[in-house]
Nanobody, 121 residues
Framework: QVQLVESGGGLVQPGGSLRLSCAAS????????MGWYRQAPGKERELVASISSSGNTNYADFVKGRFSISRDNAKGIVYLQMDSLKPDDTAVYYC???????????????WGQGTQVAVSS
């Protein structure tokens, strides 16, 4: 079994910061791209940021300059540092990872259970 467990969500005032973490566990050979998505009420899930195993990053335009994604390959953890938060950032944030479970298998996409981020005064 493979699990992705997120933490770090919560309520924050506009302009504040939060740091999300997502840890992968289970039988894992390697992890390719890891990323964060979000879904606000009544909206589709959208990509926030992603990072490859070599550290190449990709950000949605709406978070560029405010959010930063990083990862610890040895621990199988991906982080999302969120600064200058806005009410529009309110959503459930989901971790995603493309995981190779065995040396001979193809990567499979896994999702975390989601963590709520609320930005409000």
């Amino acid at each position: 079994q493979v699990q992705l467990v997120e933490s770090g969500g919560g309520l924050v005032q506009p302009g504040g910061s939060l740091r999300l973490s997502c840890a992968a566990s289970g039988r894992i050979f390697s992890i390719n791209t890891m990323g964060w998505y979000r879904q606000a009420p009544g909206k589709e899930r959208e990509l926030v940021a992603s990072i490859s195993s070599s550290g190449n990053t990709n950000y949605a335009d709406f978070v560029k300059g405010r959010f930063s994604i990083s990862r610890d390959n040895a621990k199988g953890i991906v982080y999302l540092q969120m600064d200058s938060l806005k009410p529009d950032d309110t959503a459930v944030y989901y971790c995603n990872a493309d995981i190779v479970r065995y040396s001979f298998s193809n990567p499979v996409s896994y999702w975390g259970q989601g963590t709520q981020v609320a930005v409000s005064s």
